[in-house]
């Protein structure tokens, strides 16, 4: 099983091939925005890698950090992400701080929209 590492938490082994924002809700107990329901929409789910970042990402985040103009080094959309490996995150997109009533709508046990991999240089 991988183990997530949340900087300020501490580490959790994980189901592999888990959605990371489900992994940080779940698992270990953060309060993770995923405004939009984890479909790469809203950037509220937005992470930093310190370690482990996976070298690929669905067309679906890529297009969506592109217009959001996100381009900061490792920071990622949790909700297109699998834990397939040992990865460790920064949250920076918390309930806590936010003003939302709640962290959003409920996320699939599938990345949403199906998704279409690229390497993060593509």
């Given at each position: 099983?991988p183990k997530l ?79 397939d490996h040992d ?36």
């Open positions: 099983m590492t949340v900087e300020g938490v501490g580490s959790f082994e994980v189901a592999k091939g888990k959605r990371l924002v489900q992994a940080l809700v779940d698992d270990a107990g953060t309060d993770q925005l995923h405004a939009c329901g984890g479909v790469a929409k809203c950037t509220t789910c937005r992470v930093q890698f310190t370690d482990g970042e996976p070298p690929r990402m669905t067309e679906a985040e890529r297009d969506t950090l592109a217009v959001r103009q996100i381009s900061d080094a490792g920071v990622r959309l949790s909700c297109q992400i699998q834990c990865m460790s995150v920064k949250l920076i997109s918390r309930l806590e701080g936010s003003g939302r009533k709640d962290q959003g709508s409920p996320v699939a046990d599938t990345i949403q929209p199906a998704p279409v991999w690229v390497e993060q240089d593509a």
